[in-house]
C-alpha cells in the first residue's frame, strides 16, 4: 500500500497537469477508491494510544482526485436516470447489506454486514459499520466514519468533508442513537455509546456543558456513555442579550449501560426535553 500511497502522493503534486479521462492516472486513483469501497482502508480512525483521530489524507487527495480524472456518465436504473462522475455501489445482498428502495450509497463507501439503509444516503469515502442502520432520509456525507450498531435516526445529517486533505471528518463511535433531525457537521465526534436527542446540532463551534456542573467539557466532542440534547445558554453581547446553542450533558450512562427508547424518554421527559 506504500507505492500506491506515494503514486498517489506523486499525482497529487501534479493535479494541475491532470485531465479528465486520463487512462494512466485513473487506474492507480481506482485501486486507491477499491481499497475505501471494500474496507480494506478507511479515511479516518481513531488511535487508541492517543484517542485522538487520525485522517490518512492521501486517501482523500485519491477521492478529490477521482472527481478531477472522472466524467460524466448516465446511469439508468428502472424508471430512474441519475447523471454523475461516480458510480453507486452494488452487490448489497452478497455483502450482507440491506437497502430499501430509495437508498444509495456511492462506491468508494464501505458498508459492513448487517448495515440496513433506508431511504437514505451514503457518500464516498464514509465508512458504515457493522449493524448500523441509517433511518429514513438519513444523510451520511462524504468521509464520516460511522462505528457498528449505531442508529442515525429519521432526517439526521451527518456532514461530509473533503477539503482541506487534512481536515477531520465527521467520527460516532460504536453503539450510539442518534435522535431524528439532528446535526452532526464539521468533524465533530460523538463518544462510545452515547444518545443524542432529536434536532441537537453538534459542530466544533458548539460548546458541550456538563448538565450537573454547568462546566465546559469540550467544544464539539460529546464523551463516551452520555445522554445529551441541543440546549441553548445566555450570553450578553455589545448588542444585547442573546441565547446561543449548545449542547448539554443531561446524564452519564455506566460503561456498557444499554436503555431502551421508554428509559430514553423518562430520562428527557424528566429534564423536560421534548423526544
Not at 17 to 39: F, M, P
Amino acid at each position: 500500500m506504500a507505492s500506491l500511497e506515494e503514486s498517489i502522493d506523486e499525482l497529487w503534486e501534479h493535479r494541475s497537469d491532470l485531465a479528465a479521462g486520463d487512462g494512466d492516472a485513473t487506474a492507480i486513483v481506482d485501486e486507491a477508491i477499491e481499497l475505501l469501497d471494500s474496507g480494506e482502508a478507511r479515511v479516518a480512525e481513531i488511535d487508541p494510544a492517543s484517542d485522538e483521530i487520525v485522517v490518512h489524507e492521501w486517501l482523500k487527495r485519491s477521492i478529490l482526485l477521482l472527481f478531477r480524472l472522472a466524467t460524466m456518465s448516465t446511469t439508468q436504473v428502472g424508471p430512474f436516470e441519475f447523471a454523475d462522475k461516480l458510480p453507486l455501489k452494488k452487490d448489497f445482498a452478497a455483502h450482507g447489506v440491506r437497502v430499501v428502495p430509495g437508498g444509495s450509497a456511492r462506491r468508494g463507501a464501505f458498508l459492513d454486514r448487517g448495515v440496513i439503509l433506508m431511504p437514505s444516503y451514503v457518500n464516498i469515502g464514509a465508512r458504515v459499520g457493522r449493524d448500523t442502520m441509517v433511518d429514513t432520509w438519513a444523510t451520511v456525507g462524504s468521509c464520516a466514519q460511522i462505528g457498528e450498531r449505531v442508529h442515525l435516526s429519521g432526517g439526521v445529517g451527518i456532514g461530509g468533508v473533503l477539503e482541506p486533505p487534512n481536515a477531520v471528518p465527521v467520527v460516532i463511535e460504536d453503539d450510539v442513537l442518534v435522535g431524528s433531525r439532528a446535526m452532526v457537521t464539521d468533524g465533530a465526534r460523538i463518544g462510545e455509546g452515547s444518545v443524542i436527542g432529536a434536532g441537537t446540532i453538534l459542530n466544533p463551534s458548539i460548546p458541550v456543558i456538563d448538565g450537573e456542573t454547568g462546566a465546559e467539557i469540550s467544544r464539539g466532542h460529546v464523551p463516551p456513555w452520555s445522554v445529551a440534547v441541543g440546549a441553548s445558554r445566555r450570553r450578553e453581547l455589545p448588542g444585547g442579550e442573546f441565547f446561543l446553542p449548545c449542547v448539554l450533558v443531561l446524564r452519564r450512562l455506566t460503561e456498557g449501560e444499554r436503555h431502551d427508547k421508554a428509559a430514553l424518554n423518562d430520562v428527557l421527559r424528566s429534564h423536560g426535553v421534548s423526544t
